[in-house]
């Protein structure tokens, strides 16, 4: 069955960073896209990133762009996320999730994911 098991997440100083990963299995990996997101408390769950199954398209939200940088091995089967310049606000709790029915998109709309990792904790002290 799909597994989505996330890791990474911690507890850091404001501009420090963090890379979260996502281990990926049973489905075809390198072909879907996936995508971060994250839910701080009693905050709607928010788009993060996102990336196709080539690589190649790579959107963010914007109040990320330009801090953090998503990737992929797909050789590990792994979807990973390099947090850097942290803030306070980025404290949430981060899912990965995987567009399994679609080939090599990468959006921002939630409801396109089929699967859901059970996050991890992230926490930027000031």
């Known amino acids: 069955q799909v597994q989505l098991v996330e890791s990474g997440g911690g507890s850091v100083q404001a501009g420090g960073s963090l890379r979260l990963s996502c281990a990926a299995s049973?489905?075809?990996?390198?072909?879907?896209?996936m995508g971060w997101f994250r839910q701080a408390p009693g905050k709607e769950r928010e788009f993060v990133a996102a990336i196709s199954g080539s690589g190649t398209s790579t959107p963010y939200g914007g109040s990320v762009k330009g801090r953090f940088i998503i990737s992929r091995d797909s050789a590990k089967n792994t979807l990973l996320l390099q947090m850097n310049s942290l803030k306070p606000e980025d404290t949430a709790v981060y899912y990965c999730?995987?567009?399994?029915?679609?080939?090599?998109?990468?959006?921002?709309?939630?409801?396109?994911?089929?699967?859901w990792g059970q996050g991890t904790q992230v926490t930027v002290s000031s």
């Open positions: 049973g489905f075809a990996f390198s072909r879907v896209g």
């Open positions: 999730a995987a567009d399994v029915n679609r080939y090599n998109y990468a959006t921002s709309n939630q409801r396109e994911y089929d699967y």
